[in-house]
């Protein structure tokens, strides 16, 4: 069964920074994609970046050249540095794999930016 936990969220101020991470197991093979995605209160789950095997990476307007995600290529891991974090990304952030078959989920992280 795979399983895809996330870490690294907290409290932080604005301007502050956080790394997130996300370990799958279970997996057989290693995801070509992994992203990360938030929702906050009373919006829409959105993408806030992805990421392939061969490193292609895709960022929402909303967080160009603030945050920046990365990954082991031999392993099912991934991360989101968030620097000059703002309180409009306060939300529960998600590690997600999509693959042909299915897309899996982590149980997401707390993000909130506040003074």
């Known amino acids: 069964q795979v399983q895809l936990v996330e870490s690294g969220g907290g409290v932080v101020q604005p301007g502050g920074s956080l790394k997130l991470s996300c370990v799958a197991s279970?997996?057989?093979?290693?995801?070509?994609?992994m992203a990360w995605y938030r929702q906050a209160p009373g919006k829409e789950r959105e993408l806030v970046a992805g990421?392939?095997?061969?490193?292609?990476?895709k960022y929402a307007d909303s967080v160009k050249d603030r945050f920046t995600i990365s990954r082991h290529k031999d392993r099912n891991t991934a991360y989101l540095q968030m620097n000059n974090l703002k309180p409009e990304d306060t939300a529960v952030y998600y590690c997600?794999?999509?693959?042909?078959?299915?897309?899996?989920w982590g149980q997401g992280t707390q993000v909130t930016v506040s003074s």
């Open positions: 279970g997996s057989t093979f290693i995801f070509n994609i």
């Open positions: 990421i392939t095997l061969g490193a292609e990476r």
């Open positions: 997600s794999a999509p693959t042909p078959r299915q897309t899996y």
